[in-house]
């Protein structure tokens, strides 16, 4: 199947600091991306939708100030979580589509711990 | 509101049982996943259906969309089949996900 690869897997970072992370589709194009969020022991949550060369969409809830996402190629999406708190550790997955398709394809995801 | 709902929670099994998981949804869907998830958080996709039955090695999914319902079966468990399986409906452009089944399998 189609692999999506996500990057860092893990990253420790200071309260107030920005942390980047990847989401790269490596053998098609994904159109849409995904971004989620998932606490301990609980489902994943939609954080956004991301369309690839327009703003992302994000539900409600979601500071899209806080979470900076940009989808500027065809196989790259990037989420950026800003000014990060304590609060904001989490796991974070992505998901890739491919246009017509309802495939879903999950990158590993990354463990975010701010301290 | 789009729901969905598994049963069980937690499954705890002895290697070599039959398996079922099972996901209920409240409104009609374009496709159900079944999806894979172990400790470390990868997820993997086992499964789209939206209708009928699928199988792949020891792992069987079946629909029923008159009713809302799928079940995903293991058949000849392991315990590397320890895991939480996820059940997703796509509603739309949007995956609503189960709150997961917890399983292990104990050798």
């Known amino acids: 199947g189609a692999v999506v690869s996500q990057h860092p897997s893990r990253v420790i970072c200071k309260s107030g600091t920005s942390v980047k992370i990847e989401c790269r589709s490596l053998?098609?194009?994904?159109?849409?991306m995904f971004w989620y969020r998932q606490f301990p022991k609980k489902s994943l949550m939609l954080m956004a939708t991301?369309?690839?060369?327009?703003?992302?969409?994000?539900e409600q809830g979601v500071e899209k100030d806080k979470f900076l996402i940009n989808h500027a190629s065809l196989t790259l999406s990037t989420l950026t979580v800003t000014s990060a708190h304590p609060e904001d550790s989490s796991f974070y997955i992505c998901?890739?589509?491919?246009?017509?398709?309802?495939?879903?394809?999950f990158g590993q995801g990354t463990r975010l711990t701010v301290v | 509101k789009n729901e969905v709902e598994q049963s069980p929670q937690n499954l705890t099994a002895q290697e070599g049982e039959f398996i079922t998981i099972n996901c209920s949804y409240s409104?009609?869907?374009?496709?159900l996943h079944w999806l894979q998830q172990h400790p470390g958080g990868g997820i993997v996709s086992l499964f789209m259906?939206?209708?009928g039955k699928k199988k792949h090695g020891r792992l069987i999914a079946t629909i029923n969309i008159q009713e809302k319902h799928s079940s995903l079966h293991i058949t000849a468990s392991h315990p590397r089949d320890s895991a939480v399986y996820i059940c997703?409906?796509?509603?739309?452009?949007?995956?609503?996900f189960g709150a997961g089944t917890i399983l292990r399998v104990k050798s």
């Open positions: 998901s890739a589509r491919v246009l017509g398709s309802a495939e879903a394809f």
């Open positions: 053998d098609f194009q994904a159109t849409t």
């Open positions: 991301s369309n690839e060369g327009s703003k992302a969409t994000y």
């Open positions: 409104v009609g869907i374009s496709a």
């Open positions: 259906l939206s209708s």
């Open positions: 997703a409906v796509r509603f739309g452009n949007k995956l609503v």
